[in-house]
């Protein structure tokens, strides 16, 4: 560091990382904020579809409908669950109600043991339907290649900016 020219090429490298970083701050919170939001907002028109389906057609109605959307679904994309009131699984791709999960309505994230692959972070929404209760969740890891692929992105644009600058 004798020479000011290698000080300042180090100083230009530091200041465009820092300006990196932040202008990817704000994007990567503004990412986290806009898909956590539509999630709960996905989730609650699930809920509310499934509650009018128990209110048109009763419990047993729900039962079935939710019987024939686990059928249909791709493993490990959806989670739903209801139970009567003292939480006896009643219908669902979950054999028991989460340890983890009030039955209070809300918006909870969770770790939902999905088969061969292990806890996976679930975000989940509860709902009253009736006496019974409703589990509707989707799983938090499809997004993570996108989340992965932002990462070396960020990655790949501070070594540029540094082989560029050294």
Known sequence: MRSSAVSLALGYVALGIAALVLFAAPLWYAWQVTIQEGRAEILQADAQRLTDIFHRDGAAGLKAFIDARVGMQIAGERILLLTD????????NLSTWPSTVPATPGNYTIQVEVGNHGAQPALVHVAMVGSHN??????????????????YGLTAAIAAL???GL
């Open 134 to 151: 409703l589990l509707v969740g989707r799983y938090n890891t499809i997004f993570a290649p996108l989340q992965t692929r932002f990462w």
């Open 162 to 164: 540094s082989i560029a």
């Open 85 to 92: 009131a003292s939480m006896h699984p009643l219908a669902g």
